[in-house]
């Protein structure tokens, strides 16, 4: 869900389509319209203002439809002389805005279409990309890759292209995140700064959103499309004296579901309650990770449940004396994680880069490893099933909330995130990062006083056998992870770092 467009110069604005969002309790829909009071608006320099509340002329486009997408691609196939020809077209239409110290400082539009065609002769293949669509520049593209082919050693490795799949639906798609404006834009950091100046703190926050679609087609009949939307925000405000630090993120398909003024009110909650921070000794500690923070470890053991590795002794699930942990009890039986192209929250499109279907895949059940991820010559060589690579990541949780977990603690550390986290040992899949923006202690079931961060040390193997309490899972990294409490959390040493 981070994969937006990128800033370019503020171009094209669009003003109708949303009501704002500057203010507690406000929706948008697609068929309202905004009107913004002169006090609603954040600081813009260089006429960026006037330029959003003036302009009306729209962006460029670069989204075709299914039907437009197919023409296309089926006109790149009849290019090819290859023995096999895989073509892939991608666009996005998107916009953002950057603020720092209360005032905007950036925003733009930004659109764009690539076409990548990967040509194979046997076991030979060659990729070239483009951004230019008339006749000359297509045929080119094709001739280069095939080019780049002949040239290539053969890949023992090499898996023809799959022949025609039917793939499900999912709801990525939501036009009302489509018509998101500038204006909107404008209204997210504006609700921002505003709560940052009534508090006397300092607000750098980012804001973008873009609609996408993606399509392939191959010379044996494959053909796939899919269109989504996304938006993503985070917010880091910082107190005058630069003690206090608070930080949120947020991202979703649908722009209904994201409340900007209670996102930004988070983060300046976490400011101000997280001044003057006292140092207290590294330790073990029980530990309440907020749902950003658990992701910062979980999204890790996801991202590794790959059966080569473990199949090849590389892999925290490689079986001693050979073979994979497959069938075994590896963390609390609490634990269920699944992957589910097709939940309403975190909807992934419905097949993967290489074509193959995208499934509801169960990795871990009741602490049990249910599947390890597959490419298709790796199941091809142990005459299993090519199950696919998870598309998002669904840790099942509870009913608590987050200050039930919190009251729930004796004594223990409070986590709004983590960050700067780098693999320490892939066989026991140990990590170590730091903690940021808003570290607290608990005692007695209450939150006591701000401490400074830690430097971790820990594995999501051992924080997952080391559960006690899971909570309601949020969307966060778009994936729904529970916030959780772990006991003997391994704190190493302190960092002065707010």
Known sequence: MSRRAGESESRGFEESGNRGVGEPGKKISDSSTLRLSDSSIPDFPY??????????????????????????????????????????????????????RNTVTTAGVQSTMTLVVQASFGKKS?????????????????????????????????MPPLGPQKYADTPTYVEATANITPVYRAEVAG??????????????????????????????GLFAYNRSTGLDFSVTMRTPEGTGSGYVTRDYHDVARFDAWASSKTALDKAVMSRNPRAIEPDKYTVVLEPAAALGLVEHLLANMDARQADEGRSFLSKAGGGTKRGQKIVDERVTIYSDPANSDVPAPGWHEDGRPARRTVWIENGVVKNLAYSRYWAARKGVDAVPGPSNGIMKGGSASLDDLIAGTRRGILVTRFWYIRLVDLQTLLYTGLTRDGTFFIEDGQIRYPIKNFRFNESPLLMLNNLEALGQPMRTGGHLIPSMRIRDFTFTSLSDAV
């Open 126 to 158: 060659g990729t070239a990309s483009i951004d230019e669509f008339d006749e000359a520049s297509l045929e080119k593209v094709v001739r280069r890759a095939e080019e780049l082919a002949r040239l290539a050693p053969e890949n023992p490795e090499f």
């Open 191 to 220: 609700g921002s700064i505003t709560q940052a100046r009534t508090w006397n703190v300092s607000a750098a926050g980012f804001f973008q959103d873009d609609t996408r679609f993606a399509a392939m087609m191959n010379s044996n």
């Open 47 to 100: 006429g960026i203002q006037s330029k959003i509340q003036n302009r009306k002329s729209k962006i460029d486009m670069s989204l075709l439809s299914q039907d437009d997408a197919r023409a296309l691609l089926e006109k790149v196939l009849r290019y090819s002389r290859a023995d096999a020809c895989e073509a892939r077209l991608s666009g996005s239409n998107g916009g953002n805005l950057r603020y720092a």
